[in-house]
């Protein structure tokens, strides 16, 4: 008898202890120090574990850590197991939204749609846990089987205006002209859907259950009528599948018996206590303008941003840094540079313009004298001249044709078009 007491007592702690554990490591420059500050006071992303952990039922415990990464980045790591979210995440977010802020989002719909986007990356990458833990069966991306579990978890517990908070994460990393120009053919062979791919689908499976709240999301991300109609169909069929995958391990009425914070969000005060929003005022949206926050876009000279991938590694296999990185301005490229061949032609013949003006664009030399000095992106410049690293498919690396120098310039005259 005191021996099934003691292994009834052991399966009991053991069980207690099989659940997401939130940790929170020091920030490793001070650019970091205020949204560290910020996490540890608000207990946000702590306040989301506890909630997480009386829905989810996980055989052993899963480490969810906040620390500096070096890259904007979160991931699932198997080995581990851990999930990781990067203060650089927050930064490279809050930038976003700080851009987005200029046209029509008060500092209040900035808290909400950060923390909002914070939630749903969690939820992605506690997604790619349950997927590996579980061994789910996923038909098509993993990717995308993450989203839908994030999504489904937000539908189903009360969370569907955070979900439609969230959808700046996306809106504001979609491509313009130019980054799709350098991503070529990649970007669609990439693990990740496109923003605009995972964007939409966010909407669809939001209007899906709650037509209401995402009507107007569904607007101003022009969603096919085709694809609205099946909409319900999306979310009721992802509803049912992944129910049946995951059984009693989800558990979404322990909501309504528990006291842990509720994925619906409470009114937040006016304005913001984090330091770094305190200079973004409140607007009022410009006459005609869209009143979904996220989605408006930065003017056509608005500098790039694009995140940097984390460090690789084999076990950092579930990566948001590879396609969700910075967003840059809209604008259309001239006809002259719409294609790969047209930058390798500036790059391999700096002479012979008089043939090939027509069809290529202004002397590379004269570029280079017009713009020289200018503030330049040096990321997409470094991008340049690393050449076709996977980047640029078949268009020889210019090392030798361009020198950093040269290509600068050329960069500053694409942005500046």
């Keep these: 008898m005191k021996k099934i007491l003691a292994a009834l007592a052991a399966c009991a702690a053991l069980s207690a202890q099989a659940q997401y554990r939130f940790e929170q490591l020091a920030p490793a420059s001070s650019d970091q ?9 608000s207990g946000s992303i702590q306040n989301l574990v506890t909630l997480f952990n009386r829905i989810i039922v996980i055989p052993k415990e899963v480490p969810i850590v906040v620390r500096s990464c070096g890259a904007a980045n979160a991931y699932y790591r198997p080995s581990g197991p851990e999930i990781v979210l990067c203060y650089e995440l927050f930064l490279q977010t809050e ?20 923390h909002a986007e914070m939630a749903f990356v969690l939820l992605h990458e506690i997604g790619h846990h349950l997927i590996d833990e579980f061994q789910l069966p996923v038909l098509g991306r993993e990717e995308d089987a993450a989203d839908q579990i994030a999504s489904f978890v937000l539908l189903t517990t009360g969370g569907d205006q955070i979900l439609a908070r969230s959808l700046s994460f996306f809106a504001n990393r ?7 120009f350098l991503r070529g053919s990649e970007q669609y062979g990439a693990q990740h859907g496109l923003p605009e791919q995972r964007l939409a689908n966010q909407v669809c499976w939001g209007l899906g259950k709650n037509p209401q709240l995402f009507a107007q999301a ?3 991300v022009k969603l096919p009528q085709s694809r609205v109609v099946r909409c319900r169909g999306e979310f009721e069929r992802m509803d049912r599948d992944i129910r049946s995958l995951l059984g009693d391990r989800f558990r ?40 979904h926050p996220g ?24 990566s948001e840094a590879t396609a969700d990185s910075g967003r840059t301005g ?21 002479n012979c313009h008089a043939e090939t003006t027509p069809s290529i664009g202004p002397s590379f030399k004269a570029i280079a004298e017009r713009y020289r000095g200018r503030d330049v992106s040096e990321v997409v410049s470094r991008r340049v001249i690393e050449g076709s690293v996977g980047e640029w498919g078949t268009m020889p690396a210019p090392r030798s044709e361009a020198p950093a120098e040269d290509v600068m310039p050329l960069v500053r005259w694409i942005l500046n078009m």
């Design 33 to 41: 120090v205020g949204w560290a500050q910020q996490i540890r006071a």
């Design 252 to 291: 979404p009425t322990a909501l309504a018996r528990s006291s842990a914070p509720s994925l619906k969000p409470a009114p937040s005060p006016e304005g913001l206590s984090h330091p770094g929003f305190t200079s973004v005022p409140a607007r009022t949206p410009p006459a005609g303008g869209l009143s």
């Design 295 to 318: 989605f408006r876009s930065p003017p056509s000279n608005a500098p790039g941003q694009r995140g940097a991938s984390a460090p690789a590694s084999e076990n950092q296999v579930h």
């Design 218 to 220: 569904a607007i101003t």
């Design 95 to 114: 930038a976003n939204l700080q851009r987005a802020a200029l046209y029509g989002m008060t500092r209040d719909q900035l808290a909400k749609a950060i």
């Design 174 to 180: 979609r491509a313009d002209a130019f980054e799709i």
């Design 330 to 350: 809209q604008f259309s490229l001239p006809a002259s540079m719409r294609g790969n061949w047209a930058l390798a032609t500036q790059h391999q013949c700096m």
